[in-house]
């Protein structure tokens, strides 16, 4: 008796073990992924704060951060077959009536996010007011800036680069060069020759000070226009040659067919590399965001000068990323936005992590069409044009740091200047790149279009890194949120048609790419027809994962 109570309890004791060990697997299966992004995501705020009493050298911290920028460079990697390939397959192989209506939809519902962030951005700055409990520097550095006009027209040549090799790597961007006008001294023997020096800012060397020596008086300083360049992708102009490509070659019919189907293995190929990177993602998120924060300045200092500013811009970007744009959601497809976000938490790690939205585009794209079930044709176009001009945060946090620097100098601003604001914001922030701290740059069109100073910009850059952050986190969901509900408006245009019985004809032996549905988690690639709607005869070979 005593063996077969022995038994029965190790039977069910096995039995219990076995269940729990397949509840397990099927978690990590499922969600492994993003609870080690979970982790090292706090991880990495743990061990950056715990290393700040070493007092790491600047050379011992660049070794520390190394896995955290092998992790943004292998992002920055994908972004450009990524989005070449997803626009020129994507928008060949649609119907052009129904492409046509999906870019009026897109854009028309992003401008509309992001003119609402901005509202939501000066109703919080003008009702907490955060400049009152800011003080200003007793210095502040002589930075020559742009003009709006400068800066509107880089924007226009950047729509349209003149080299795409170049844009793949560099953005035209105009150049001020100081230009000294002498008075016209008469040299007098025996007297020291005199000089002017522009010496480099010791934090930004992009920034010159003019240092005059024995000069009496003070020569006229005037600055110069200049074609110049920076060191980062042309998101925008590769964006608009993409979506023209893929437009013209849907018309083309035949004879653009082996081009869409190069873009579209591409485009597999990158995402088959995303699934296997994404394992090194959470220990290089560990490295980055504690070398952020071993880097920034003393926080308590921060928090005594900057902590109600900080409290606005993240109140502003949650009430906007939490209630709004789930509302919007919720009125449009009447779905539970956040059984919808949670498929989209591992992006939302990684732009935490990168603070770059079109760094991230990758992890998005690879989370809606695995987790959330979007038409890759949607996805493929919706996310590399939301990672370019939809910047609700940014947008956002531009409107509050100007009405905050107006605050600071105690500039009482008219009806008319909050909407000017409102406005040159969210023109800003579209021309602002998907690169880390990009919304300093664009800032000086929002300052100078109400007259304020543009040097008061160091004010805020204590404190940028981190909410640069939660705004790029605010833009990935609202690319995510903005394809879910295209999805939905447009589901009717992209559904499959059905094609008439003809005995002669075997076109019913080519399947519509909507009508196999492979599970999200299949690693096998399935080699389908896909026939471009409204074109027969033409069918594209698409590799589905």
Not at 14 to 31: D, E, G, H, Q
Not at 84 to 105: E, F, H, N, Q, Y
Not at 261 to 282: D, G, R
Request: with cysteine; proline share 5%; net charge neutral.
């Amino acid at each position: 008796m005593w063996e077969w109570v022995r038994r029965a309890v190790l039977h069910s004791l096995s039995t219990a073990l076995l269940r729990l060990w397949k509840w397990v697997r099927a978690f990590w299966y499922k969600n492994g992924l993003l609870t080690l992004s979970m982790l090292s995501v706090v991880t990495g705020c743990l061990l950056g704060f715990l290393l700040r009493a070493l007092e790491l050298t600047d050379l011992e911290k660049q070794y520390f951060s190394f896995p955290g920028e092998l992790l943004m460079r292998m992002l920055k990697m994908l972004i450009l077959p990524l989005i070449t390939s997803s626009l020129m397959s994507g928008l060949a192989t649609m119907d052009s009536k129904a492409c046509g209506k999906m870019g009026v939809i897109t854009i028309t519902y992003y401008l509309w996010t992001t003119f609402m962030a901005v509202t939501v951005g000066i109703i919080l700055v003008v009702s907490i007011h955060p400049g009152a409990a800011a003080q200003k520097d007793n210095y502040s550095v002589q930075k020559v800036v742009l003009s709006s006009a400068d800066a509107l027209l880089d924007l226009i040549r950047n729509m349209f680069p003149s080299n795409l090799v170049e844009a793949s790597f560099q953005q035209y961007r105009t150049v001020l060069v100081p230009v000294v006008k002498s008075p016209g001294f008469q040299k007098i023997p025996g007297k020291p020759v005199n000089f002017i020096y522009f010496a480099p800012d010791d934090k930004n060397p992009e920034i010159h000070r003019p240092v005059f020596l024995e000069l009496t008086p003070s020569p006229e300083m005037t600055y110069r226009t200049l074609a110049g360049t920076s060191n980062e992708m042309n998101v925008l102009g590769i964006v608009i040659f993409s979506a023209t490509i893929g437009l013209l070659l849907g018309k083309m019919g035949e004879r653009g067919a082996p081009l869409v189907n190069v873009c579209q293995c591409l485009n597999e190929a990158v995402m088959k590399i995303v699934s296997m990177a994404v394992w090194y993602f959470p220990f290089g998120i560990v490295f980055l965001i504690a070398g952020k924060i071993l880097e920034m300045e003393d926080p308590s200092i921060i928090g005594q000068k900057l902590g109600l500013y900080v409290i606005t811009v993240v109140s502003g970007l949650a009430f906007h990323g939490i209630i709004l744009l789930p509302l919007l959601f919720v009125l449009i497809t009447k779905k539970n936005p956040f059984a919808f976000i949670q498929g989209i938490l591992q992006a939302l790690l990684i732009a935490l992590a990168t603070s770059s939205s079109s760094a991230t585009l990758p992890i998005t794209l690879k989370c809606l069409l695995e987790n959330n079930g979007i038409d890759r044709r949607v996805a493929r176009f919706v996310l590399p044009v939301g990672a370019t001009i939809n910047m609700d945060g940014t947008a956002l946090y531009e409107a509050v740091a100007a009405i905050f620097i107006a605050q600071v100098n105690e500039y009482e601003l008219d009806l008319g200047q909050i909407i000017t604001i409102s406005i040159t914001a969210s023109a800003a922030s579209i021309g602002a790149a998907g690169i880390p701290q990009s919304g300093l740059v664009t800032m000086v069109i929002v300052l100078t279009s109400v007259g304020l100073p543009t040097e008061d910009i160091t004010l805020i850059i204590a404190v940028d890194w981190a909410l640069d952050r939660l705004r790029t986190m605010t833009n990935v969901l609202g690319d995510a949120l903005a394809a879910g509900i295209i999805a939905h408006v447009c589901e009717k245009d992209f559904a499959p048609k059905p094609v008439p019985q003809d005995p002669v004809s075997n076109t019913d032996k080519f399947p519509s790419a909507e009508t196999s549905h492979l599970h999200p988690k299949d690693n096998v690639i399935e080699m389908i027809d896909e026939t471009l709607l409204d074109q027969t005869g033409v069918h594209y070979n698409i590799c589905q994962v």
